[in-house]
């Protein structure tokens, strides 16, 4: 039986991240607080309204250095802290319009200039702005994580992959058998619909923002590119660290 080891939520899509103690599920629901913003480009007519594939958004496929930034989010105050090894921090009401701008100038730096400028910082509507076009929360092991990094022969931070949920404690590659089955993490059932497929996002290291791992081509020796699983809350319940993660 494994447990649950980390959970992390992702407030602006592809900009920082924030780790949890607990965090209350709902059924049919992504990770409350997850995705709930993101950074539309120049090119794009995404305002939030409705799902829409990430090629709306600035995302750290195409801007690598947007990996390295740290969120912290005050729900209760609606107040967001970003950090950036490179730039210095900054704090806004994601819903001003004033600080949105303030945002964007912000982040501006880490936009590769051969890439679409960022636009506006959009707060979705119906649900965090997951890959799937469902409300997905990803399941991630740390057994797998490790095999990774053993092949790859170095360190290599699990934070690359950007998952929510995080558990330990059962053999690499488990979570692929899964698939289609339902899980028990504390007293939450979830459904595993699909592996992810990973793009060049976790080639960066969240440290620096620097591209230096080979993450695709490692995946590619075991013939796929996938890396966590994406699953659906079917009940309601709070999620606790150490958490008992079983099939249902």
Not at 61 to 81: D, R, Y
Not at 180 to 201: Q, Y
Not at 204 to 223: C, F, I, Q, S, V
Request: charged share 25%.
């Amino acid at each position: 039986m494994g447990k649950l080891v980390e959970i992390w939520r992702h407030p602006i899509k592809s900009h920082g991240r924030e780790s949890l103690q607990s965090v209350n599920i709902k059924a049919g629901k992504t990770l409350p607080g997850d995705r709930t913003f993101a950074v539309t480009h120049e090119k794009s007519n995404a305002d939030g309204s409705s799902w829409v594939p990430c090629q709306n958004f600035n995302r750290g496929s195409k801007a690598p250095a947007l990996m390295a930034i740290n969120a912290v989010w005050n729900q209760t105050e609606n107040s967001m802290t970003l950090t950036h090894p490179d730039l210095p921090g900054i704090t806004i009401n994601p819903d001003n319009t004033e600080d949105q701008r303030r945002f964007i100038n912000w982040e501006a730096a880490l936009i590769p200039e051969n890439r679409s400028k960022s636009s506006q910082l959009v707060r979705a509507s119906e649900r965090g702005m997951t890959d799937t076009d469902y409300a997905s929360i990803t399941i991630g092991n740390m057994a797998s994580h490790r095999a990774v990094a053993q092949k790859m022969g170095r360190d290599l931070s699990h934070l690359r992959w950007r998952c929510n949920l995080w558990f330990d404690g059962l053999g690499p590659w488990v979570e692929f058998e899964w698939i289609g089955k339902n899980i028990l993490i504390g007293d939450v059932t979830f459904e595993v619909t699909e592996r992810v497929e990973r793009c060049l996002a976790t080639t960066a290291n969240p440290k620096t923002g620097h591209r230096d791992a080979d993450t695709l081509g490692t995946l590619e020796t075991w013939g796929h590119q996938d890396f966590t699983v994406a699953a659906i809350a079917k009940t309601n319940g709070q999620l606790q660290i150490n958490d008992k993660v079983s099939l249902a």
